[in-house]
């Protein structure tokens, strides 16, 4: 289960994307929450996250961490990790209870 302080992390990261893509187009107003963010927000509900969101609600410093962790095989596929992206391009989508039990704290 998520905890209040992984929500504030994900809630944080929505916030710094909105406001980034507001500075790229200066001439419009901020947007509310995107597809992308809602899909963000219900990937965390059920505990699977991206990559993006992942590595910061773990407490690590980088994606490449998290793909690191997989080619050493800390990370078990289908178990801490699932592949929804295609065999040319992976998109790697973590569960967040499950890793974070595997993968040392990094706070």
């Known amino acids: 289960m998520l905890t209040p302080s992984d ?3 994900i809630r944080q990261i929505i ?3 909105i406001r980034n893509s507001s ?3 200066p001439n419009t107003k901020p947007q509310k929450l995107t597809n992308r963010h809602r899909k963000i927000t219900k990937q965390t509900e059920s505990e699977w996250c991206d990559t993006s969101p992942a590595f910061g609600i773990l407490g690590l410093e980088s ?3 998290l793909r690191n ?3 050493n095989q800390t990370l078990q596929p289908n178990i801490h990790y699932r592949n929804a ?3 040319k391009k992976p998109k790697y989508q973590f569960h967040i209870t499950k890793c974070r039990d595997k993968i040392p704290c990094h706070c």
Do not use: D, P, R, S
Request: hydrophobic share 30%; net charge positive.
């Open 69 to 71: 962790l997989i080619k």
């Open 23 to 25: 500075k790229a187009q």
């Open 15 to 17: 916030k710094q994307e």
């Open 85 to 87: 992206g295609t065999n």
């Open 63 to 65: 994606a490449q961490q």
């Open 7 to 9: 929500i504030h992390k």
